[in-house]
């Protein structure tokens, strides 16, 4: 059986072990246009779910570069339907840049019947109206290293080429262990399949806990796309994983170095003000028929923690390096009230 389990590509899940599949669209909107997509401000639209943890990366980018003004910006119902992603939040059931109710009539337009789900993040060419590219793992790095004659003043360095080895190696064991481990364990179909995944996912969240403990980021003493992407786990990990992925060895709020750095991201401008806790649950217990078939929603956990002191600004770093905070967010992307803290 094949799926979009909520972003990042698609997820295969069954008798056999849970596997994400590649992004099937692989091209790079770039400076030198290299795959014919030119970096070029007010061409594409990037479609996201607040409720996915891939397309809540671009949202983090996104913001921390100051790209809002030159990437416009799609949010998606968090409830699918059997067409997948809809744009039923906007007026008539619409995009407003895009016409479509759908975007799986982006993908269609791009190439029709192609061999998988409609998955996000994704950005669409808006004249076209067209796919460029769904390619998760790629879409940030371009975003912070092809992008940058649209990045704001005082953007941070999100992948500086000095940490780049390094940056990869940490990304690497968290999304195999993390990212994907959560998925891993919360769509298992046998109990060795669950408890392997499951062990692995607290396995490398002790190692984590234990870098953290000295240092107040994942690479060096600034934010980096390594932080983005753990950030973006961690911060649904209380709320959907815990629970609802069976991911309940302990709670985040019980390891006292992993909260204190979560608390710290989520109140740093770029990341918590991306954060819709509302879509969160709706989306996974409410999607995820097979795992919460009554699609009950929780009532908790109480997010009034997310704001209270955090004190890693006592080991040092400098979040943005030698950039600044991004402004306020734009009045028409701020997340609801119901979804905040």
């Not at 779910?49 to 990437?71: F, H, I, K, Y």
């Not at 973006?232 to 069976?246: E, N, P, W």
Request: with cysteine.
């Amino acid at each position: 059986m094949s799926r979009d389990d909520g972003g990042g590509g698609n997820s295969s899940y069954g008798r056999k072990a849970f596997t994400r599949s590649k992004a099937h669209f692989k091209d790079r909107i770039t400076a030198d246009g290299g795959d014919g997509w030119p970096v070029e401000p007010g061409r594409y639209r990037l479609v996201v779910s607040r409720a996915c943890p891939w397309a809540s990366r671009a949202l983090v980018s996104r913001r921390l570069l100051g790209l809002q003004d030159a990437l416009s910006l799609a949010v998606a119902d968090p409830i699918q339907d059997d067409r997948s992603w809809r744009f039923t939040l906007d007026p008539g059931g619409r995009d407003p840049v895009l016409g479509i109710r759908y975007l799986s009539e982006a993908y269609d337009r791009r190439e029709t019947d192609y061999p998988g789900g409609v998955s996000v993040p994704a950005i669409v060419d808006v004249p076209t109206g067209k796919l460029v590219t769904n390619d998760y793992q790629r879409i940030t790095l371009d975003l912070a290293t092809e992008w940058t004659a649209l990045h704001r003043e005082g953007a941070p360095d999100l992948y500086p080429k000095e940490r780049r080895d390094e940056i990869d190696a940490v990304m690497e064991d968290v999304f195999r262990d993390v990212n994907n481990g959560v998925y891993r364990a919360g769509f298992a179909t046998g109990q060795e399949e669950y408890e392997a995944a499951c062990t692995d996912v607290f396995r490398r969240l002790e190692l984590l806990s234990r870098r953290l403990e000295g240092q107040r980021y994942l690479v060096g003493d600034t934010i980096t796309e390594a932080d983005i992407r753990l950030f973006t786990t961690l911060v649904r990990f209380d709320a959907v994983y815990h629970g609802h992925f069976k991911c309940n060895r302990w709670k985040l709020t019980e390891n006292p170095v992993l909260w204190a750095y979560v608390r710290d991201l989520f109140q740093t401008p770029g990341f918590g003000d991306t954060v819709d806790f509302d879509h969160i649950k709706r989306h996974y217990y409410q999607v995820h028929t097979g795992i919460n078939p009554t699609g009950i929603v929780p009532l908790g956990p109480d997010p009034s923690g997310w704001l209270t002191p955090h004190h890693r600004e006592e080991l040092g770093g400098r979040p943005f390096g030698d950039g600044t905070p991004p402004g306020p967010v734009r009045a028409d992307e701020e997340v609801p009230a119901r979804g905040r803290p």
